[in-house]
C-alpha cells in the first residue's frame, strides 16, 4: 500500500515535471532542444505566394521565406529539407506562434514597433525590404495613387497595409472604398472580377502575382508610388535568446557569405581559404557556431543546403521580374548590411 | 370523481415523516448536497485553474492582455458603416461597435425576409397545384443540401458579375446595377419628414384603437365595422398631409457616375447584397419544412369543421389553421433564426465586414486574441439571448390555455 502511494507521488511528479515549461539542456535553447528532437523546424509560411513561398509542380515549397526557414533548419539540425512548413493566413500567423505551433515565422509579415509591443515576438531580421504598392489594370489609364480619389481597393485585413494605405490617403485628401477578404486567392479574384479598382499588398506581392498572370501580366501596372515601409522578415517568441541569436546570424551568415564571395558551390573550397574573415565564417577557426549552441559548421550547412544571400534571390525573387533594388548589398548600394562575425 | 387515484404519498397519513437534516451518509438530502458541493467546487477550480494559466502564460510570453485597446485609434479601414467612421479618428471601440451594427443589419433583414420567403414556399408545397408544390419542393430539397458557404461565394461571384459602372445596367431611373453594388436614390431626410413619422406613430396607435373599439362592437351586436378605410386614412392620409402641409419637400439625390464610382444616392454592396440573399435563401428552405410541419401538424378535422361552417379556404387556414400551426412552428423557428444570426459571420469569407471580421481585424492588429474572441461571443451570445427572449415570450403569448 505504502509503495503504491509513494509511486503515485512519483508518477505526479513526473507529470508536473513535464508540465513545466521545458528547461533548456545541450544547446542553452528550449526551442534548439525541441527542434533537434523532433529532427524538424516547424516554419509558418504563406498559403501561397510566388516567390515567397509557393508550392511548386512537385509540391516542394520554394521562395525566399521557404528558403528562409530551410537555412534555419540548416543551421539547427545539418540538413535545409528537414522543415515542415505550416501554412498560415495574415490573422492567424501570429497565434500559430504565440502558442508554440510553429517555431517560426517566415511570412511576409512587417516588423513594427506595435507588433514588437504588443505580441510576446520578436523580429530576427529582414529577409525582404519591401513597400506597399498598388495594382491597377491597364484600361482604367491610371497613372499614379494619386489618381485613385474615390477608388475601390481590394486588401487582406488585418495586414499593415490596410493601416498604410488608411494613413496614406487621410494624408492626400483622397477618399477610398476597401474591400477586405482575409482569403488571398479570394481577394485576387474579386480584384480580377472588376470589384475593386486596385489591389495593394506589399510591391513583392503585387509583382508575384502580376506574375502569376501569365500571359494577360500586361492588363495590370504596377503604380509607381510606394507608400510605406515594409521591412519583412522572421519572427521567433520572446524569451528565447539563444534561438532569436540563431534566426538572426543565420541570416547573417548567408549574407556575409554573399559579400565574402562564398557560395554553395565554392564553400568545400572556402575551408581551407586564408582569409579569417571566411575561416571564422565557415568555422574552421574559432568555435562562433558553439556559442550559438550548435555545430561549428553551421554556416557551412547553411551554405550548402541554401546557398548565399544572392543565390537564394536569384533562384526565388528574381524570376518574378523584381529589381534588387534596395535589397542588395550594403557596398552595392542596397540594406543588406551584416554586422561582423568574429 | 370516485375512481380517481390519489397518490399516496399526497395523503398526509402516508406520507414519509418531515426529518431535520442529519449528517448521515444514509440521509439522502445530505448525500445530494454533498455531491453538489463538490461537483460545483470542481467547476469552480477547473476554471480558476484555467484563467489563472492562461494569465500565467500570457504574462510569460509578453503579451498585451486588457481593453485598453478599445480606446486606442484604429486606423482599419471599413467598407460600410451605417454611423460614421474614420479610421484615423475613430477608436477600435467603435469600430467593433459598426461590425455589430452591420451584424445586426444582416440579422434582422434576413430573420424577416427568410420567414416571408420561408412561409410561402411551405404553404406552396401543400399546394394543390402540381407544379407549385413540385416547384417549392425542389427549392427546399436542392437548396438545403448546399453548404451555405459555397452558396455565398456563388452568389457574391454572381453579383461581381454585374457590369463594370461605366455600362452600369440601368433599369429605372436613378437606379444603377453594377459590380459596385445597387445604387438607388436617396430621397433628402427633412424636418417635415420627422413630423410625417411623428403622424403615422399617431396614426398607428389610432388605428389600434380603433381597431380595438371595432372588436367590442363586433363582440355587443355581431357586426364588425369595417377597419380599412379607418386605417388607411390614419396611416397613410394623416402622414402625407402632414408633410404636404409642410411644403411638401421632396429632393431626391441621384447616383452620378464620377470617376471610378458612382457618387450620392445610397448603396447596397455586392458584400451585404449576397451575404444577404444567400442567408434568406438557405434559411428559408429550411422555415418552409418547419411551416409544412406546422400546418400539417392541425388535425384534417379543423379543415373539415371549418369548411363545414362555410369559411373560405383563405379564411380557414389564415383564422383557423395558422393560429394553431404557429404552436409548432415557433419553438423550432426560434432556432432557425438563431442559425441566421450565427450563420451571418460567415461574412468573413466574402468581404462583409461583420462583428467577426472587425474583432479578427482588431485582434490582429492589437495582438489581443482572447479579448478579441471573447467580444465576439459576447455579442452572438447577447443578440442570441434576446432572440430567444423575444420568442420565448411570443411562444407563451400565443400557446393554447388550458384551464
Not at chain 1, 63 to 92: E, H, Q, W, Y
Not at chain 1, 93 to 116: H, I, K
Not at chain 2, 235 to 258: D, I, N, Q, S
Request: hydrophobic share 45%; net charge positive.
Amino acid at each position: 500500500m505504502k509503495r503504491s502511494i509513494l509511486s503515485g507521488a512519483l508518477l505526479l511528479g513526473a507529470t508536473l515535471a513535464l508540465a513545466a515549461p521545458v528547461k533548456a539542456q545541450g544547446s542553452g535553447s528550449a526551442t534548439i532542444d525541441t527542434i533537434k528532437s523532433r529532427g524538424q523546424l516547424v516554419c509558418g509560411v504563406s498559403t501561397g505566394v510566388a516567390g515567397f513561398s509557393l508550392a511548386d509542380s512537385k509540391g516542394v515549397t520554394q521562395g525566399i521565406d521557404a528558403d528562409t526557414c530551410r537555412a534555419v533548419a540548416a543551421a539547427i539540425l545539418g540538413d535545409a529539407n528537414k522543415v515542415r512548413f505550416v501554412p498560415t493566413t495574415t490573422t492567424n500567423r501570429f497565434t500559430a506562434l504565440q502558442s508554440g505551433e510553429l517555431d517560426l515565422l517566415v511570412r511576409s509579415t512587417t516588423w513594427t514597433l506595435g507588433r514588437e509591443g504588443n505580441l510576446g515576438l520578436l523580429f530576427a531580421g529582414v529577409n525582404f525590404y519591401d513597400g506597399t504598392g498598388f495594382l491597377v489594370k491597364s484600361a482604367a489609364g491610371v497613372k499614379s495613387v494619386k489618381d485613385l480619389d474615390g477608388a475601390t481597393i481590394c486588401v487582406q485585413p488585418g495586414t499593415s497595409t490596410e493601416l498604410a494605405i488608411a494613413d496614406y490617403f487621410r494624408l492626400n485628401k483622397l477618399k477610398f472604398t476597401p474591400v477586405l477578404i482575409q482569403d488571398l486567392a479570394e481577394i485576387q479574384n474579386t480584384y480580377l472580377a472588376g470589384r475593386c479598382d486596385s489591389y495593394s499588398t506589399d510591391a513583392s506581392g503585387l509583382a508575384s502575382f502580376r506574375f502569376q498572370q501569365g500571359p494577360k501580366a500586361e492588363e495590370h501596372v504596377l503604380l509607381p508610388e510606394i507608400i510605406s515601409k515594409e521591412p519583412l522578415g522572421m519572427m521567433v517568441r520572446k524569451g528565447d535568446d539563444k534561438f532569436f541569436d540563431l534566426v538572426r546570424w543565420t541570416l547573417f551568415a548567408m549574407i556575409q557569405a554573399e559579400e565574402s564571395g562564398v557560395s554553395s558551390k565554392n564553400v568545400d573550397e572556402m575551408l581551407k581559404s586564408t582569409n579569417p574573415d571566411i575561416r571564422r565564417l565557415v568555422g574552421a577557426e574559432g568555435d562562433l557556431g558553439k556559442s550559438l549552441g550548435v555545430e561549428n559548421r553551421w554556416a557551412v550547412n547553411v551554405i550548402k543546403g541554401v546557398g548565399n544571400y544572392g543565390e537564394m534571390w536569384d533562384r526565388t525573387v528574381a524570376p518574378l521580374g523584381i529589381p534588387r533594388g534596395i535589397n542588395n548589398l550594403w557596398n552595392k548600394g542596397g540594406l543588406h548590411y551584416p554586422p561582423p562575425i568574429r | 370523481m370516485s375512481g380517481a387515484v390519489i397518490d399516496p404519498r399526497h395523503s398526509p397519513m402516508r406520507a414519509a415523516p418531515k426529518k431535520g437534516l442529519s449528517l448521515s451518509w444514509s440521509d439522502p438530502r445530505f448525500r445530494n448536497i454533498v455531491w453538489q458541493v463538490v461537483i460545483l467546487g470542481a467547476i469552480a477550480a477547473l476554471v480558476w485553474y484555467l484563467v489563472q494559466n492562461t494569465n500565467r502564460n500570457l504574462a510569460a510570453r509578453r503579451i498585451a492582455t486588457g481593453f485598453g485597446f478599445l480606446g486606442r485609434t484604429a486606423g482599419i479601414p471599413i467598407g460600410e458603416a451605417l454611423i460614421d467612421y474614420d479610421p484615423s479618428i475613430n477608436t477600435y471601440g467603435r469600430a467593433l461597435l459598426i461590425g455589430l451594427l452591420n451584424t445586426l443589419k444582416v440579422a434582422v433583414v434576413g430573420v424577416v425576409l427568410a420567414t416571408i420567403l420561408g412561409t410561402l414556399l411551405g404553404v406552396a408545397r401543400l399546394s394543390k397545384n402540381w407544379l407549385i408544390a413540385r416547384i417549392s419542393a425542389i427549392y427546399v430539397e436542392v437548396i438545403r443540401d448546399i453548404p451555405l458557404l459555397l452558396q455565398l461565394l456563388f452568389w457574391y461571384t454572381a453579383l461581381q458579375g454585374l457590369p463594370a459602372p461605366r455600362n452600369a445596367a440601368h433599369p429605372l431611373p436613378g437606379v444603377f446595377l453594377s459590380n459596385r453594388g445597387i445604387k438607388i436614390p436617396l430621397v433628402e431626410w427633412e424636418g417635415p419628414f420627422w413630423w410625417a413619422l411623428a403622424a403615422l406613430a399617431l396614426g398607428l396607435i389610432g388605428t389600434m384603437a380603433w381597431s380595438r373599439s371595432a372588436t367590442q362592437q363586433q363582440e355587443a351586436t355581431g357586426v364588425r365595422p369595417k377597419v380599412w378605410p379607418v386605417a388607411l386614412a390614419l396611416l397613410v392620409g394623416f402622414p402625407v398631409l402632414v408633410w404636404g402641409a409642410l411644403g411638401a419637400p421632396f429632393e431626391v439625390e441621384m447616383p452620378v457616375l464620377r470617376g471610378f464610382n458612382f457618387v450620392g444616392g445610397a448603396t447596397l454592396s455586392p458584400e451585404y447584397g449576397a451575404l444577404t440573399l444567400g442567408l434568406v435563401v438557405y434559411t428559408s428552405s429550411y422555415v418552409a419544412e418547419i411551416v409544412r410541419s406546422g400546418i400539417l401538424a392541425v388535425p384534417t378535422g379543423q379543415w373539415e369543421a371549418a369548411g363545414a361552417i362555410g369559411l373560405r379556404p383563405g379564411t380557414v387556414l389564415r383564422q383557423i389553421v395558422l393560429p394553431q400551426a404557429l404552436r409548432v412552428i415557433i419553438p423550432p423557428m426560434t432556432s432557425q433564426y438563431l442559425n441566421l444570426t450565427k450563420n451571418s459571420s460567415l461574412a468573413v469569407a466574402i468581404g462583409y465586414q461583420d462583428i467577426v471580421s472587425i474583432a479578427n481585424t482588431t485582434l490582429n492588429q492589437t495582438g489581443q486574441a482572447i479579448e478579441g474572441i471573447a467580444a465576439i461571443m459576447l455579442v452572438y451570445l447577447v443578440i442570441s439571448l434576446s432572440i430567444s427572449f423575444l420568442m420565448n415570450w411570443y411562444n407563451a403569448r400565443i400557446a393554447l390555455v388550458e384551464r
